[in-house]
């Protein structure tokens, strides 16, 4: 979650000094517009990114585990193995 939020913070902050954002602002429209609009279409992008990329990784550490021996165990039918 760390690595989300601040990559969120980030995106927000570069975002709201965009020029598109201060032109938004000059026209009057409401903060809930601007961030639904123009901050949160384009933040969008880099955090799918980011999600993507973080999936392999944890397909690679619970590989990893499993492995080991460490991993998700099979299912017991009827007491037998």
Do not use: C, D
């Not at 570069?14 to 000059?26: D, F, I, S």
């Not at 969008?44 to 492995?67: H, M, N, R």
């Amino acid at each position: 979650m760390p690595v989300y939020a601040r990559l969120s913070r980030n995106l927000t902050l570069g975002l709201k000094r965009m020029e598109y954002v201060e032109a938004a602002q000059a026209l009057g429209l409401s903060w809930y517009r601007i961030v639904v609009h123009y901050i949160l279409r384009n933040a969008v992008g880099p955090i799918i990114v980011q999600s993507t990329l973080t999936a392999g990784t944890v397909i690679l550490a619970a590989a990893s585990l499993s492995f080991l021996g460490l991993g998700v165990q099979p299912p017991m039918l009827n007491g037998v193995q």
